[in-house]
């Protein structure tokens, strides 16, 4: 059994730059170090985010890649160190802990029990390091024999075969249920097969004159599963009780957020201080509207929209309510009736003078064929600049980072949201803003060019609560839905059958990975664009 941390490797579903926003701004992580260069972020002593760590230094001479890649395989070391921990600290026997998916780079083997299994290899825990960082896992002994399932499994199929191969259906028939009397007959003749079989066995042992054997004949039921006997091992994850269990399946998530809280504090308090995004009102034009749009002629880049129909902007605190804001735009856009115009009022970026404002009256259309309707812009934050806090006492630096866990982990938790809601009403947009393994490396590289110590750390922040969110949803395959099963036996007090779990995670993980190495393709046409 395996406690996977897959979140990485589809932590793109949680669109990583709101969460990034939250931490450094409303713009890309290059764009920061240029408010730097010009002065917009304000700090008392700005050679601090100058300041080159030599583990940055040793980063960028292999190349800024291989920098993001070593902040990932850290932020994944941290998860499954609490999954590990916790089940060391019960007793429990775990038989592998690896960082990264693939062929392994590094590896050895602790814990040794001095004694040897089966096979005469010495029993110890594997540790390993392996080639692609997006995930991890800590796995624990099986509690069953597996290659004796898979056979029995094997035999149970090849009955269900010629079970379906007595009296088979023709034409549309073979694709509708069996009645119960074609079940019945079905049945009687696999039973019959089986008991001829079993009286020509008994006959040739009287031939030889030996002694009979009673023997049960068993009576063959294609959706009866088959019977497993599971180890009794008290030092198995599978068998120790429920709220152990969920202790450990928990650890993984409850590390992420200690290391999330604990780069804020260590830069709140003792480090170059935590960046804070300041925003206005409005959401921004980003780019130049196309001839063939609604708003050509109408809207420019870097146009602020501050009001649409009687829907006034307000004040904006944080980049969660700027994105509030954004919504409630685009969603009154959508919703206008086909043929009918928003009112829009408009200032320049920068402008906050009312008498300043333009009135635009726009029509939209739908731009891809049946999509929703839009005015063919793209809209982003109205940020202005980026301040760094810094605390002046341990107390507040508490606060600081408490402020900003909050902050970054809503933030991701409502980008979650607002991409499942937009999937289920069928918005082909939905996942725009995703980006897969490349894509994050991509980020991180980014980052970590910057040699700017507090943009890694909000970059190893982001991607640990990316990490403790995604980890967290009811799914299988996550720990969130693994602790699900658990929860549902500890409220029932009848354990769900493992093998069933195994199988739905097993399918939920293939999806998972499916779904987050297909957005590589987005990810590489982004970087063509």
Do not use: C
């Not at 009979?212 to 004949?217: A, G, L, Q």
């Not at 891809?368 to 982003?380: E, F």
């Amino acid at each position: 059994m395996k406690i996977r941390a897959v979140a990485l490797v589809i932590a793109s579903a949680v669109n990583l730059s709101t969460a990034f926003q939250s931490f450094g701004g409303g713009r890309t992580v290059r764009s920061f170090r240029s408010d730097i260069e010009r002065g917009t972020v304000k700090t008392k002593n700005i050679s601090k985010l100058h300041a080159l760590n030599p583990l940055i230094s040793a980063f960028q001479a292999v190349e800024s890649p291989i920098g993001s890649m070593a902040v990932l395989a850290g932020v994944v070391l941290v998860h499954e160190a609490g999954h590990f921990l916790a089940a060391k600290s019960f007793g429990m026997k775990i038989n592998e802990f690896a960082v990264g998916f693939g062929p392994k780079l590094i590896g050895f083997k602790a814990f040794k029990s001095g004694v040897t299994n089966e096979d005469g290899v010495e029993e110890g825990i594997d540790f390993s390091f392996r080639i692609l960082p997006l995930g991890g896992y800590v796995a624990f002994p099986e509690n069953y024999n597996r290659t004796l399932a898979y056979e029995m499994e094997k035999e149970r199929l090849d009955k269900i075969d010629e079970y379906n191969s007595i009296n088979p259906r023709s034409g549309i028939k073979k694709f509708l249920p069996l009645t119960r009397q074609e079940k019945e007959e079905r049945k009687a003749a696999m039973n019959l097969q089986v008991t001829e079989t079993e009286m020509k066995n008994r006959r040739q042992w009287w031939r030889f004159g030996r002694k009979e054997e009673v023997s049960t004949v068993k009576v063959f039921d294609p959706d009866e599963p088959i019977n497993i006997d599971y180890y009794d091992d008290p030092d198995y994850l599978q068998n120790r009780p429920w709220f152990e269990r969920a202790v450990v399946l928990s650890g993984g998530v409850v590390f992420n957020i200690i290391l999330a809280f604990s780069l804020f504090f260590g830069s709140a308090t003792f480090g170059p201080g935590l960046p804070r995004p300041v925003f206005s009102s409005g959401a921004v034009v980003t780019t130049m509207p196309n001839m063939n749009s609604p708003s050509y002629g109408k809207l420019y880049k870097d146009d602020v929209i501050v009001g649409i129909n009687s829907y006034k902007a307000g004040p904006v605190a944080s980049a969660s309510s700027s994105q509030k804001t954004i919504s409630n735009i685009i969603s009154t856009i959508r919703s206008t009736d086909s043929g009918e115009s928003v009112h829009l009022t408009v200032a320049k970026k920068g402008y906050t003078d009312p008498s300043e404002f333009r009135e635009v009256d726009v029509t939209p259309i739908p731009m891809n064929g049946n999509g929703p309707q839009s005015i063919g812009v793209i809209l982003g934050s109205n940020y202005l600049k980026t301040e760094i806090v810094h605390a002046t006492s341990i107390s507040q630096g508490l606060e600081i980072a408490s402020g900003s866990l909050y902050s970054m982990t809503s933030d991701t938790a409502a980008a979650f949201v607002n991409l499942i809601q937009g999937f289920l009403r069928g918005d082909s947009s939905a996942g725009s803003g995703m980006s897969g393994p490349v894509g994050v490396i991509k980020m991180g590289s980014d980052v970590v060019a910057t040699s700017d110590i507090g943009a890694i750390i909000g970059f190893a922040a982001a991607i640990s609560i990316n990490l403790a969110v995604v980890n967290s949803l009811p799914l299988p395959s996550l720990d969130g839905g693994q602790l699900l099963f658990v929860i549902s036996e500890a409220l029932t007090g009848k354990k769900i059958d493992q093998r069933f779990q195994e199988e739905l995670n097993a399918t939920a993980l293939l999806l998972l990975l499916l779904a987050s190495f297909s957005s590589v393709f987005g990810d590489v046409g982004k970087l063509l664009r």
